[in-house]
């Protein structure tokens, strides 16, 4: 995501707020495909897809209305993450947004009610220091010690110089702080929603006693157990994630958008700037999102951010073998403290 953003001129930038959207767009597509594909081979129809979308998303709109909350604050995440990840050089937005860890388990412990104990405080604390490390480039360290104790002997060349294009590291900085509240709130809000028994809407048709009623009755009562039959509490994931990109569409389209970019949308176009990277930015975050919701749905938030963290280490070491990636001392540091974290919280 840095590279399409800060590696670029400013006039040369593509749009961070239709980015955001077609990510939630690509989203709804692959749900939609789920959930087609989870019909029984012989009775798979696309009417039978809009019927269940029709009672998920609009005679059951109050279970919809509440996916608005965390779409929200996910768009408003969203883009601070673009926004960060232009004005910061890499180490300090990989660093800063593994507070959302932190983040993460407060929101938990505030609106799930979970109870967590001192030792699972002290392994979350380690986690975050220990992905911090992770991350953290060769020789950062040195450079922090050599700039804060005024050693000149640390020439410019040991310092990380990570910073390109047009960056402002105040506007990033507050950006990647807001993105990590945001992150453990919504998160938290989604995770409440998604493991909440959902009710099924009431028909509220007026039915008469002629034969013609009573037969589309029958037909629709047919279809219904139909769908029970086939879209297994499993499947809920999946629509949920269709309620909530439909608000992340609406209001991306209108207060982002629209507000902020609408000018140049005008002038250049919804996909001005548009490379084949930008793509793989955006289908990564959309795989990503559906990811991560599998992952909420079936454990939770703060198990999610272990996990998180584990796959930074391991992709990290096949990077030894693949791109010749030189393990630091730093990095052996931080990944001992997330092994140890981890199993500090399983105790």
Not at 1 to 26: G, P
Not at 73 to 99: E, G, H
Not at 141 to 161: Q, R
Request: with cysteine.
């Amino acid at each position: 995501m840095r590279y399409t953003r800060a590696s670029v001129e400013e006039d040369k930038l593509y749009l961070a707020s239709t980015a955001v959207v077609m990510s939630e767009i690509i989203k709804s597509i692959v749900c939609l495909f789920v959930l087609y594909f989870a019909f029984d081979a012989r009775k798979r129809s696309l009417k039978k897809l809009v019927h269940l979308l029709n009672r998920e998303l609009i005679l059951n709109w109050r279970e919809t209305a509440k996916l608005a909350v965390p779409a929200a604050l996910y768009l408003v995440q969203n883009n601070l993450q673009y926004v960060a990840a232009s004005n910061l050089d890499a180490a300090t937005f990989q660093v800063t947004y593994q507070l959302k860890i932190l983040t993460t388990a407060f929101f938990s412990v505030i609106i799930l009610k979970k109870n967590l104990s001192k030792l699972k405080w002290i392994a979350l604390g380690l986690l975050t220091m220990g992905i911090a490390l992770v991350v953290m480039p060769k020789g950062a360290i040195t450079a922090f010690i050599a700039y804060t104790t005024g050693n000149t002997i640390v020439t410019d060349s040991d310092i990380p110089t990570t910073s390109i294009g047009n960056q402002s590291n105040i506007e990033g900085f507050i950006a990647v702080l807001a993105a990590c509240m945001l992150s453990g709130l919504a998160g938290v809000y989604f995770e409440k929603i998604l493991k909440a028994p959902t009710s099924k809407p009431v028909p509220t048709g007026d039915w008469s006693d002629n034969e013609d009623d009573q037969e589309n009755k029958r037909e629709m009562v047919k279809v219904e157990e139909e769908i029970d039959e086939d879209q297994s509490g499993s499947n809920q994931v999946w629509i949920r994630n269709i309620q909530m990109s439909f608000f992340s569409v609406l209001l991306g389209l209108v207060f982002v958008v629209m507000l902020q970019d609408g000018t140049t949308i005008v002038e250049r176009g919804f996909f001005v700037n548009y490379t084949p990277l930008t793509w793989t930015v955006i289908l990564i975050q959309a795989l990503g999102g559906l990811i991560v919701a599998l992952v909420v749905k079936y454990a939770d938030n703060i198990l999610k951010g272990f996990a998180t963290s584990i796959s930074i280490i391991l992709s990290s070491i096949v990077s030894v073998w693949l791109f010749n990636f030189t393990l630091s001392g730093t990095f052996l540091l931080g990944a001992a403290f997330v092994i140890y974290a981890t199993y500090l919280y399983g105790l």
